[in-house]
């Protein structure tokens, strides 16, 4: 049913931190190796050894450079994968109801065996978050690891997505973004966190923590003073003399 | 966006095709078209052919064309599915229509219901395929009122070409057209003019989100590495770029095949020359038309800039 | 925390069965050796996740870790073993039997063994068992053994252990918890990758000011606070004008350098005799300080008030302390930010700036633990006290001509500020700190036919009189480390063995074997030169000048074209492995560990460990430690065998954890039969926490110091004295000026009496005075991107999907004044050669220099790759450019202390290509045949499906 919930009970998502994503891409293998065995499995890659290698990924890392009010320029990291959005257009368009938005936690997935493979879903998502498997003939995109987040086989501290398990500069926070008082919505709320293209009116549910501004530690510090009038070496040993007698 | 031929022979297809089937109706009813039975096979035929094909070729892309019947489960959310509805529900009122005029040859009384119902649908049906890109908000260019105004009127106009161009061919006279096929191919004219000069706004106002696009306030992103150095579906599927002095070669095309030749032989000519050399003529003009309006379909999708290309710069 | 499971009826499987088995082992997509779990599903791999419990990734997973699965299937993999049938390059082989290859391998090698076992020279990559190479090289008796360390990064290695007896690479790390400014110098990744993630995460989470120093603004770079985009090669420049300015504003420890440096040591300053510059000592050869509360000389330990400051006379001879000799040469102005800035290609204010943010940190802001500890003068102190200004630097110091000195200028900076092993510093990780040098000096100077060595081939030269020369002064080794050329040469000089066998310099040799290097491609200079020089014939005996080569690779890669027979090695899920202390542990600051590797898939394909095959191997010679006395052999059972039975010195094995016979010992004990068990129950690494007393100030911390004895890293638990000034540095010095029995060639006068300098110096890199630097203005670099290992990726079905291509990357501004604009062809030409490839411009790099990704340019044919891919059409490897000598004539192009590789002296031009060249890469080198018996390229790979359907089916 591609109506979306008018509410969801959780809106799991995903927090990003842009200020320490250092883009080493674990989290991208990561969630290629758990998912291309889990709900969607395969993530089929075509071509793998040759030219025009091919294969189907939830979540992708770019690299910008992103040009800062004093002129200057950022090296920024950017990880994209679904948003989960609250009005994931990427669900209403879908004419099968094979793509649709969980109730419970707004997690929005692809029912594989309802998809006709339209590739409309994927028009309608500006995150390209959506990618099709032509060999599959479907349209598979991230599932907020839904295979991992409840599974009772895993321990209790796995049950998180493979991406944010694994991101070594703990960049990625999972999460309940319903909930004001969990985690996530409140380190949102400190960082400023941000949604994509908010003139999409997509209502994305994943946050994006924005570069900080440069910690800067000289105000505390100021210039070095010199020792005194007597410059260089003697100077610098008469000190040494003066500091090391006292001690003694 | 990638241009895809399946797409594109669909929509202009099925257009001219329920383009008669919106015109000829309302053409008998008026009696500007006698209800001749030959004349009904050699129109509605074609126009349900064309609708048909175009059916087939909208599901040739599909991943599983076999499971095509669950794409007329979700009308209440999609506009996908309610075009898949409405083309099926077309054939009911059409097949009754076509019963009527080439059964009974007749299209008054109690039988000019059926005409109005299969105009009504058929318009409907153009009007459903339009929503699916209008309702298209990562696609700037196509979320416009002008993008249905396009898809209407086209498919009138080629669906009016078809009729004016069949029923010469029996001998009546263009003329009786003239005046409909002025109006069709100015406000074609206008609609598609509105359509493309509002274009290049749209992909400044994408260009000014590059910021947005990362949760940046800062402005302007540059693209330093891809996530793949080779492309990936998403740059096949969306990724698709014209150049803009190979675009504007292309709209002058369009406008020549699509305007300016059916003015002159569907609207100029009929004035001019007698049958039955009007009939010779009307072929060839038809084919120019319909060669323009594949050019525009292949254009609104070539033109079209989808946002998610920000993510990938400007190479 | 984790949510209960909806019930949305969605027909969802939200906890499908995982894995029938999951089973711990070691991570080998890089060196950092990461702790993994292998989820195991119908004896497939279903998922590799990072070991929550291990110390070094603590849970996480790398882009390359967590592609595992890809390089245990990848269909370049070896599968038998491989003789060469057709000429060497060309890539004809026939498969052998196993039985069939180590007969041969055992031929070559006991002939040569019976006569010249020199003629053996043994030189290992990659690996991580460089204990057991070396010492089976050790055995078989030849010196000529040495892992990569040569080219990687012998100079941080040496700089440290010469000067504070540990050392940046993976020995030591930042205190990431204490730490306010972190200054990162020339680190892309390095071997610590995930600890230095998660480290920068802490950081970032405590708001940590981080400095990165490097040219090119990337990764690590990317989220520091401050970016100093310097000239390469410059570092000891702008190090020293550091150390210039907080002299001069008496911004050091005073209390820091007196107790734990030898700031105070008396230096003899006799110039023109034999022993000027060295220290003053006692007759039992203490050195000596000028204790001012006694006013007289002083052994230093028992010296109360050591003068730092005044030089005195010693039976007639002047004796300077060693920080007067500091202070005067430093803030000299010749070191000022003014005078450095330009070259540096950062601004005199910036340096200033940052030396004032470094003293306030250390001064304004020290960071005292309420830890009581004691250090070696039985002092009792009630906290423990630190400069909370922590660095890391990594290969853009080390891999210069200048680097062994660079690396000790930084090092001179954090003595000078008390930044060694205290809190927020940079801390040892033991089995570190080592007595300053470590120790033993190398072996090899007589080789005698079926001997063993008397020690270890590689080792730390003190004097002179260390250096591997025969009596004749042909130098012992085929790489000529230990040589006038390299006399601190610790980790030999692999880079330079390919030339020196083909050439016969300094003597032919027969076999060369090497081990999980790619010498033919990523990890030479001057590629056509090194593939010359292995397919050379000697126009005499008609036979090729390096008569056999002998390669124990996993996977299909440049360099099998080039061995005689090949010996297939499994992947990293199908072997045991020891990571261990005596070679390159896992250890972190606040404990020591080692770790296994198990099998947790069989091969199925007919490949041997290395490591048992080695061990075959000197059993079927007969290797003293490798036969028992009825010449069965030792260890059966392969390396396993050897992991837990082999005893380096009584109770000293692979191994530290649960020894004795019990298993209740850790560091030293008795073999223990069951060890391999108790360390896969423990998720196979063993780790254990140093006394809380005991985890800063190690180099003086008595805790620390006896527990260190107790584990065997240390014989006695004597202060371990940091050396700012080197005595061994200044010996060959003195040598160099022409006293003493052992004198350099004179050619080579003048670059030891240079680069020989007892106090960190700095000099332009080599490279520049051999280049015109007029005609080849900029600086060419590589970087190690963060998801692939130098070669390996490549074969990757997901890794190569990520980059399958790398461009040139160049300034905006730069590239303007070329006229070369975004995506453009070009030519980057060194003295040396050219090779083309694409550039893509950015802001993020010094405008004097060009990068790209290190090892992503492949050559046709290898890797299991259609020959068209991207990594062969378009993506290139700089090291075709990167001049290595070829002539003996000529210097090597190392740092002349070391050896270490100068891969980043490398100066170019860049040029736009011909229209009708911008379309491929540069050069194309003749595709190699893959080997016999290879399977096809899948056209799809759909792995995972049958984990779902089983699933389903359950
Ligand atoms: N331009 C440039 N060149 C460089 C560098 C640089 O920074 N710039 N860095 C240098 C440095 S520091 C290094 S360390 C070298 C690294 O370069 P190499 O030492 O050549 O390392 P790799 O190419 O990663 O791998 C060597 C071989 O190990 C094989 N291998 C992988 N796994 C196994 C296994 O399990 N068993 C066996 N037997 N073989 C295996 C691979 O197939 C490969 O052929 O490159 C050097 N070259
Ligand atoms: N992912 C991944 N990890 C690896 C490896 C790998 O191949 N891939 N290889 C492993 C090996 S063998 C090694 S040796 C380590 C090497 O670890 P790193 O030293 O981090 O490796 P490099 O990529 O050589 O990094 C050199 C850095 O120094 C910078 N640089 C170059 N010249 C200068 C200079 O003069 N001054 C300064 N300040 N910076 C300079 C370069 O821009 C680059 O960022 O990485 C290890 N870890
Ligand atoms: S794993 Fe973490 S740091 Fe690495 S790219 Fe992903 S988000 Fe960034
Ligand atoms: S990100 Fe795209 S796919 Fe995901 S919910 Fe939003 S619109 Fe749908
Ligand atoms: S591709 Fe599949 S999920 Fe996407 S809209 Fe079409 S049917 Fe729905
Ligand atoms: S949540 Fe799971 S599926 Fe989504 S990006 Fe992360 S790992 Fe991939
Ligand atoms: S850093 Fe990555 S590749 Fe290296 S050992 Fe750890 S997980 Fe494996
Ligand atoms: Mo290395």
Same mark, same amino acid.
């Given at each position: 049913?591609?109506?979306?919930?008018?509410?969801?009970?959780?809106?799991?998502?995903?927090?990003?931190?842009?200020?320490?994503?250092?883009?080493?891409?674990?989290?991208?293998?990561?969630?290629?190796?758990?998912?291309?065995?889990?709900?969607?499995?395969?993530?089929?890659?075509?071509?793998?050894?040759?030219?025009?290698?091919?294969?189907?990924?939830?979540?992708?890392?770019?690299?910008?450079?992103?040009?800062?009010?004093?002129?200057?320029?950022?090296?920024?990291?950017?990880?994209?994968?679904?948003?989960?959005?609250?009005?994931?257009?990427?669900?209403?368009?879908?004419?099968?109801?094979?793509?649709?938005?969980?109730?419970?936690?707004? *997690?929005?997935?692809? %029912?594989? =065996?309802?998809?006709?493979?339209?590739?409309? &879903?994927?028009?309608? $998502? @500006?995150? +390209? /978050? #959506?990618?099709?498997?032509?060999?599959?003939?479907?349209?598979?995109?991230?599932?907020?690891?839904?295979?991992? *987040?409840?599974?009772? %086989?895993? =321990?209790?501290?796995?049950?998180?997505?493979? &991406?944010?398990?694994? $991101? @070594?500069? +703990? /960049? #990625?926070?999972?999460?309940?973004?319903?909930?004001?008082?969990?985690?996530?919505?409140?380190?949102?709320?400190?960082?400023?966190?941000?949604?994509?293209?908010?003139?999409?009116?997509?209502?994305?549910?994943?946050?994006?923590? @924005?570069?900080? /501004?440069?910690?800067?530690?000289?105000?505390?510090?100021?210039?070095?003073?010199?020792?005194?009038?007597?410059?260089?070496?003697?100077?610098?040993?008469?000190?040494?003399?003066?500091?090391?007698?006292?001690?003694? | 966006?990638?241009?895809?031929?399946?797409?594109?022979?669909?929509?202009?297809?099925?257009?001219?095709?329920?383009?008669?089937?919106?015109?000829?109706?309302?053409?008998?009813?008026?009696?500007?078209?006698?209800?001749?039975?030959?004349?009904?096979?050699?129109?509605?035929?074609?126009?349900?052919?064309?609708?048909?094909?175009?059916?087939?070729?909208?599901?040739?892309?599909?991943?599983?064309?076999?499971?095509?019947?669950?794409?007329?489960?979700?009308?209440?959310?999609?506009?996908?599915?309610?075009?898949?509805?409405?083309?099926?529900?077309?054939?009911?009122?059409?097949?009754?229509?076509?019963?009527?005029?080439?059964?009974?040859?007749?299209?008054?009384?109690?039988?000019?219901?059926?005409?109005?119902?299969?105009?009504?649908?058929?318009?409907?049906?153009?009007?459903?395929?339009?929503?699916?890109?209008?309702?298209?908000?990562?696609?700037?260019?196509?979320?416009?009122?002008?993008?249905?105004?396009?898809?209407?009127?086209?498919?009138?106009?080629?669906?009016?070409?078809?009729?004016?161009?069949?029923?010469?061919?029996?001998?009546?006279?263009?003329?009786?057209?003239?005046?409909?096929?002025?109006?069709?191919?100015?406000?074609?004219?206008?609609?598609?003019?509105?359509?493309?000069?509002?274009?290049?706004?749209?992909?400044?106002?994408?260009?000014?989100?590059?910021?947005?696009?990362?949760?940046?306030?800062?402005?302007?992103?540059?693209?330093?590495?891809?996530?793949?150095?080779?492309?990936?579906?998403?740059?096949?599927?969306?990724?698709?770029?014209?150049?803009?002095?190979?675009?504007?070669?292309?709209?002058?095309?369009?406008?020549?095949?699509?305007?300016?030749?059916?003015?002159?032989?569907?609207?100029?000519?009929?004035?001019?020359?007698?049958?039955?050399?009007?009939?010779?003529?009307?072929?060839?003009?038809?084919?120019?038309?319909?060669?323009?309006?594949?050019?525009?379909?292949?254009?609104?999708?070539?033109?079209?800039?989808?946002?998610?290309?920000?993510?990938?710069?400007?190479? | 925390?984790?949510?209960?499971?909806?019930?949305?009826?969605?027909?969802?499987?939200?906890?499908?069965?995982?894995?029938?088995?999951?089973?711990?082992?070691?991570?080998?997509?890089?060196?950092?050796?990461?702790?993994?779990?292998?989820?195991?599903?119908?004896?497939?791999?279903?998922?590799?996740?990072?070991?929550?419990?291990?110390?070094?990734?603590?849970?996480?997973?790398?882009?390359?870790?967590?592609?595992?699965?890809?390089?245990?299937?990848?269909?370049?993999?070896?599968?038998?073993?491989?003789?060469?049938?057709?000429?060497?390059?060309?890539?004809?082989?026939?498969?052998?039997?196993?039985?069939?290859?180590?007969?041969?391998?055992?031929?070559?090698?006991?002939?040569?063994?019976?006569?010249?076992?020199?003629?053996?020279?043994?030189?290992?990559?990659?690996?991580?068992?460089?204990?057991?190479?070396?010492?089976?090289?050790?055995?078989?008796?030849?010196?000529?053994?040495?892992?990569?360390?040569?080219?990687?990064?012998?100079?941080?290695?040496?700089?440290?252990?010469?000067?504070?007896?540990?050392?940046?690479?993976?020995?030591?790390?930042?205190?990431?918890?204490?730490?306010?400014?972190?200054?990162?110098?020339?680190?892309?990744?390095?071997?610590?990758?995930?600890?230095?993630?998660?480290?920068?995460?802490?950081?970032?989470?405590?708001?940590?000011?981080?400095?990165?120093?490097?040219?090119?603004?990337?990764?690590?770079?990317?989220?520091?606070?401050?970016?100093?985009?310097?000239?390469?090669?410059?570092?000891?420049?702008?190090?020293?004008?550091?150390?210039?300015?907080?002299?001069?504003?008496?911004?050091?420890?005073?209390?820091?350098?007196?107790?734990?440096?030898?700031?105070?040591?008396?230096?003899?300053?006799?110039?023109?005799?034999?022993?000027?510059?060295?220290?003053?000592?006692?007759?039992?050869?203490?050195?000596?300080?000028?204790?001012?509360?006694?006013?007289?000389?002083?052994?230093?330990?028992?010296?109360?008030?050591?003068?730092?400051?005044?030089?005195?006379?010693?039976?007639?001879?002047?004796?300077?302390?060693?920080?007067?000799?500091?202070?005067?040469?430093?803030?000299?102005?010749?070191?000022?930010?003014?005078?450095?800035?330009?070259?540096?290609?950062?601004?005199?204010?910036?340096?200033?700036?940052?030396?004032?943010?470094?003293?306030?940190?250390?001064?304004?802001?020290?960071?005292?633990?309420?830890?009581?500890?004691?250090?070696?003068?039985?002092?009792?102190?009630?906290?423990?006290?630190?400069?909370?200004?922590?660095?890391?630097?990594?290969?853009?110091?080390?891999?210069?001509?200048?680097?062994?000195?660079?690396?000790?200028?930084?090092?001179?900076?954090?003595?000078?500020?008390?930044?060694?092993?205290?809190?927020?510093?940079?801390?040892?990780?033991?089995?570190?700190?080592?007595?300053?040098?470590?120790?033993?000096?190398?072996?090899?100077?007589?080789?005698?036919?079926?001997?063993?060595?008397?020690?270890?081939?590689?080792?730390?030269?003190?004097?002179?009189?260390?250096?591997?020369?025969?009596?004749?002064?042909?130098?012992?080794?085929?790489?000529?480390?230990?040589?006038?050329?390299?006399?601190?040469?610790?980790?030999?000089?692999?880079?330079?063995?390919?030339?020196?066998?083909?050439?016969?310099?300094?003597?032919?040799?027969?076999?060369?074997?090497?081990?999980?290097?790619?010498?033919?491609?990523?990890?030479?200079?001057?590629?056509?030169?090194?593939?010359?020089?292995?397919?050379?014939?000697?126009?005499?005996?008609?036979?090729?000048?390096?008569?056999?080569?002998?390669?124990?690779?996993?996977?299909?890669?440049?360099?099998?074209?080039?061995?005689?027979?090949?010996?297939?090695?499994?992947?990293?899920?199908?072997?045991?492995?020891?990571?261990?202390?005596?070679?390159?542990?896992?250890?972190?600051?606040?404990?020591?560990?080692?770790?296994?590797?198990?099998?947790?898939?069989?091969?199925?394909?007919?490949?041997?460990?290395?490591?048992?095959?080695?061990?075959?191997?000197?059993?079927?010679?007969?290797?003293?430690?490798?036969?028992?006395?009825?010449?069965?052999?030792?260890?059966?059972?392969?390396?396993?065998?050897?992991?837990?039975?082999?005893?380096?010195?009584?109770?000293?094995?692979?191994?530290?954890?649960?020894?004795?016979?019990?298993?209740?010992?850790?560091?030293?004990?008795?073999?223990?039969?069951?060890?391999?068990?108790?360390?896969?129950?423990?998720?196979?690494?063993?780790?254990?926490?140093?006394?809380?007393?005991?985890?800063?100030?190690?180099?003086?911390?008595?805790?620390?110091?006896?527990?260190?004895?107790?584990?065997?890293?240390?014989?006695?638990?004597?202060?371990?004295?940091?050396?700012?000034?080197?005595?061994?540095?200044?010996?060959?010095?003195?040598?160099?000026?022409?006293?003493?029995?052992?004198?350099?060639?004179?050619?080579?006068?003048?670059?030891?009496?240079?680069?020989?300098?007892?106090?960190?110096?700095?000099?332009?890199?080599?490279?520049?005075?051999?280049?015109?630097?007029?005609?080849?203005?900029?600086?060419?670099?590589?970087?190690?991107?963060?998801?692939?290992?130098?070669?390996?990726?490549?074969?990757?079905?997901?890794?190569?999907?990520?980059?399958?291509?790398?461009?040139?990357?160049?300034?905006?501004?730069?590239?303007?004044?070329?006229?070369?604009?975004?995506?453009?062809?070009?030519?980057?030409?060194?003295?040396?050669?050219?090779?083309?490839?694409?550039?893509?411009?950015?802001?993020?790099?010094?405008?004097?220099?060009?990068?790209?990704?290190?090892?992503?340019?492949?050559?046709?044919?290898?890797?299991?790759?259609?020959?068209?891919?991207?990594?062969?059409?378009?993506?290139?490897?700089?090291?075709?450019?990167?001049?290595?000598?070829?002539?003996?004539?000529?210097?090597?192009?190392?740092?002349?202390?070391?050896?270490?590789?100068?891969?980043?002296?490398?100066?170019?031009?860049?040029?736009?290509?011909?229209?009708?060249?911008?379309?491929?890469?540069?050069?194309?080198?003749?595709?190699?045949?893959?080997?016999?018996?290879?399977?096809?390229?899948?056209?799809?790979?759909?792995?995972?499906?049958?984990?779902?359907?089983?699933?389903?089916?359950?």
């Amino acid at each position: 049913m591609t109506c979306l919930p008018q509410k969801t009970d959780r809106k799991l998502g995903l927090v990003i931190d842009l200020d320490t994503c250092v883009g080493c891409q674990a989290c991208v293998t990561n969630c290629k190796e758990w998912n291309t065995g889990g709900h969607m499995a395969p993530l089929t890659d075509v071509q793998p050894f040759g030219p025009g290698a091919d294969g189907v990924w939830f979540n992708r890392v770019h690299t910008y450079e992103v040009a800062t009010p004093d002129g200057d320029s950022r090296t920024l990291h950017f990880p994209r994968s679904c948003l989960h959005c609250e009005d994931a257009a990427c669900v209403t368009v879908c004419p099968t109801g094979a793509s649709y938005k969980r109730a419970a936690d707004g *997690i929005v997935l692809v %029912n594989e =065996d309802k998809c006709i493979g339209c590739k409309l &879903c994927s028009w309608a $998502c @500006p995150y +390209g /978050a #959506r990618e099709y498997d032509a060999t599959e003939g479907v349209m598979k995109k991230c599932t907020l690891c839904v295979d991992r *987040i409840y599974n009772e %086989n895993l =321990d209790e501290e796995d049950r998180v997505p493979a &991406c944010v398990l694994t $991101c @070594p500069t +703990g /960049a #990625r926070h999972f999460g309940d973004l319903g909930d004001p008082d969990s985690a996530v919505s409140q380190l949102a709320v400190q960082r400023g966190g941000k949604d994509l293209l908010p003139e999409m009116g997509y209502r994305p549910t994943n946050k994006y923590l @924005p570069q900080r /501004a440069k910690a800067d530690h000289q105000t505390g510090a100021g210039p070095l003073a010199p020792l005194d009038e007597t410059a260089g070496a003697t100077g610098v040993l008469a000190w040494v003399d003066r500091m090391l007698t006292r001690a003694g | 966006m990638h241009p895809a031929a399946s797409v594109i022979l669909f929509t202009t297809a099925s257009g001219a095709g329920y383009g008669v089937l919106v015109l000829s109706p309302i053409l008998l009813a008026f009696g500007i078209l006698p209800a001749d039975r030959w004349l009904g096979v050699a129109l509605l035929a074609p126009a349900l052919c064309l609708v048909t094909a175009g059916l087939l070729a909208s599901t040739f892309h599909l991943g599983h064309p076999e499971r095509a019947w669950r794409a007329l489960s979700q009308w209440r959310s999609s506009w996908l599915s309610r075009e898949g509805i409405m083309a099926i529900v077309t054939y009911g009122p059409a097949a009754a229509f076509g019963y009527a005029w080439i059964g009974l040859e007749t299209a008054s009384g109690g039988w000019a219901w059926t005409g109005i119902a299969t105009a009504t649908a058929a318009a409907a049906t153009l009007f459903t395929t339009a929503m699916i890109y209008r309702s298209l908000k990562p696609i700037p260019a196509w979320a416009t009122d002008w993008t249905i105004a396009g898809y209407l009127i086209l498919g009138l106009l080629t669906g009016l070409i078809v009729i004016t161009t069949v029923s010469s061919s029996f001998g009546f006279h263009p003329v009786r057209f003239q005046w409909l096929a002025l109006a069709l191919v100015v406000c074609a004219a206008i609609v598609k003019n509105a359509y493309w000069s509002r274009l290049a706004g749209t992909c400044r106002e994408t260009e000014a989100m590059s910021g947005a696009a990362v949760g940046s306030d800062d402005g302007a992103i540059t693209s330093i590495e891809w996530p793949h150095t080779e492309e990936n579906y998403v740059l096949k599927e969306m990724g698709f770029r014209v150049a803009r002095k190979h675009a504007d070669r292309l709209r002058r095309a369009t406008r020549n095949l699509l305007f300016v030749a059916p003015a002159i032989v569907f609207v100029v000519m009929p004035s001019l020359l007698p049958m039955p050399y009007l009939a010779w003529i009307a072929w060839p003009g038809a084919a120019l038309v319909l060669v323009g309006v594949v050019l525009e379909r292949w254009l609104f999708f070539a033109e079209a800039r989808h946002v998610v290309t920000l993510y990938y710069g400007a190479s | 925390m984790s949510f209960p499971a909806p019930a949305e009826n969605d027909g969802v499987d939200t906890s499908p069965a995982v894995a029938d088995d999951v089973k711990t082992t070691t991570c080998y997509m890089c060196a950092c050796r990461c702790g993994i779990r292998v989820f195991l599903k119908n004896g497939q791999v279903r998922y590799i996740q990072g070991n929550r419990n291990h110390p070094v990734n603590k849970g996480v997973l790398c882009g390359k870790g967590a592609a595992g699965i890809m390089n245990h299937l990848s269909p370049a993999r070896l599968r038998k073993p491989l003789k060469r049938v057709g000429p060497r390059g060309a890539g004809e082989y026939e498969e052998i039997e196993w039985d069939e290859a180590l007969r041969t391998a055992a031929d070559w090698l006991s002939n040569i063994r019976a006569t010249d076992p020199k003629k053996l020279a043994f030189f290992t990559g990659r690996d991580q068992s460089q204990s057991l190479t070396g010492w089976w090289a050790k055995q078989f008796g030849t010196p000529n053994y040495a892992a990569h360390g040569g080219f990687c990064s012998v100079n941080m290695a040496a700089g440290g252990l010469y000067s504070i007896g540990g050392s940046f690479w993976e020995f030591g790390e930042p205190d990431w918890e204490h730490a306010r400014v972190f200054l990162m110098f020339g680190v892309a990744e390095d071997h610590d990758s995930n600890p230095i993630k998660i480290g920068l995460g802490k950081l970032k989470e405590r708001g940590a000011k981080i400095i990165s120093i490097n040219p090119a603004r990337t990764g690590y770079a990317a989220i520091a606070d401050e970016w100093l985009g310097i000239r390469p090669g410059t570092d000891g420049l702008f190090v020293l004008a550091l150390v210039h300015e907080l002299l001069l504003a008496g911004k050091i420890d005073l209390d820091y350098l007196v107790r734990f440096t030898n700031a105070s040591w008396l230096v003899r300053h006799a110039p023109g005799t034999a022993d000027d510059g060295m220290f003053v000592r006692d007759d039992t050869g203490r050195p000596m300080v000028w204790d001012a509360s006694r006013d007289s000389p002083t052994p230093y330990r028992d010296a109360d008030q050591p003068d730092l400051a005044n030089e005195h006379q010693i039976e007639g001879a002047t004796a300077v302390p060693v920080f007067k000799l500091i202070a005067e040469r430093y803030s000299d102005s010749a070191y000022s930010p003014d005078s450095v800035a330009d070259r540096c290609g950062i601004s005199a204010a910036t340096i200033r700036r940052i030396a004032a943010e470094i003293a306030d940190a250390a001064f304004n802001h020290a960071v005292s633990l309420p830890v009581s500890w004691t250090d070696t003068h039985g002092r009792q102190l009630e906290t423990m006290t630190g400069r909370p200004v922590a660095m890391h630097a990594m290969r853009g110091i080390s891999a210069h001509s200048n680097g062994f000195q660079s690396c000790r200028a930084l090092h001179l900076l954090q003595m000078l500020i008390g930044a060694v092993d205290t809190p927020g510093s940079f801390r040892y990780k033991p089995p570190y700190p080592k007595p300053v040098p470590p120790g033993p000096t190398p072996s090899g100077k007589r080789t005698q036919p079926n001997t063993p060595l008397g020690g270890m081939p590689l080792g730390f030269p003190e004097s002179p009189a260390d250096l591997l020369y025969e009596d004749d002064g042909t130098p012992v080794r085929i790489d000529k480390a230990f040589t006038w050329e390299s006399p601190m040469s610790a980790h030999g000089a692999m880079h330079r063995v390919i030339a020196n066998a083909s050439a016969g310099y300094p003597y032919p040799i027969d076999t060369l074997f090497l081990y999980m290097a790619n010498m033919a491609w990523n990890s030479s200079m001057d590629i056509q030169g090194t593939l010359d020089a292995l397919t050379a014939i000697d126009p005499e005996s008609g036979d090729y000048k390096i008569p056999h080569i002998i390669y124990s690779d996993a996977y299909a890669s440049e360099t099998i074209a080039y061995a005689d027979l090949i010996l297939p090695d499994t992947t990293y899920l199908e072997r045991w492995d020891c990571i261990s202390l005596l070679d390159r542990p896992i250890g972190e600051a606040n404990g020591a560990g080692d770790a296994i590797r198990q099998p947790v898939v069989e091969p199925d394909r007919d490949v041997r460990p290395f490591q048992s095959v080695l061990l075959d191997l000197g059993a079927r010679l007969g290797l003293p430690g490798m036969v028992n006395d009825d010449g069965s052999p030792t260890y059966p059972g392969g390396y396993a065998d050897y992991i837990v039975y082999h005893q380096r010195t009584p109770g000293v094995g692979p191994l530290a954890g649960w020894r004795g016979a019990d298993g209740a010992r850790s560091g030293k004990g008795d073999v223990n039969p069951e060890q391999l068990d108790r360390y896969i129950e423990n998720g196979c690494f063993w780790h254990e926490e140093i006394p809380a007393s005991a985890r800063y100030y190690k180099m003086a911390n008595r805790d620390y110091l006896d527990w260190a004895v107790s584990m065997g890293f240390l014989a006695k638990a004597e202060q371990i004295v940091l050396q700012l000034y080197s005595e061994p540095v200044q010996s060959f010095r003195n040598a160099a000026r022409g006293h003493g029995s052992h004198q350099p060639p004179d050619n080579l006068r003048d670059q030891v009496q240079r680069a020989f300098d007892p106090l960190p110096n700095w000099y332009p890199p080599f490279e520049d005075s051999k280049t015109d630097t007029l005609r080849y203005p900029l600086h060419a670099l590589t970087q190690r991107p963060m998801h692939h290992y130098h070669s390996w990726g490549s074969q990757n079905a997901w890794l190569r999907q990520i980059t399958a291509q790398n461009r040139l990357f160049m300034h905006r501004d730069t590239a303007t004044q070329l006229e070369v604009s975004d995506d453009d062809w070009v030519w980057v030409e060194s003295r040396h050669g050219r090779v083309k490839g694409q550039v893509r411009l950015v802001d993020g790099v010094n405008k004097d220099t060009v990068w790209t990704w290190n090892a992503i340019g492949k050559r046709a044919g290898a890797w299991g790759l259609d020959g068209e891919v991207p990594e062969v059409t378009k993506g290139f490897l700089l090291n075709h450019v990167i001049p290595e000598k070829r002539s003996d004539g000529a210097l090597s192009n190392s740092d002349p202390v070391t050896g270490q590789a100068a891969w980043f002296d490398l100066r170019v031009r860049v040029v736009k290509a011909q229209a009708s060249e911008a379309h491929e890469a540069a050069p194309q080198l003749e595709a190699i045949s893959p080997p016999p018996g290879q399977p096809p390229r899948p056209p799809r790979l759909d792995y995972g499906r049958a984990f779902r359907a089983k699933i389903g089916a359950e």
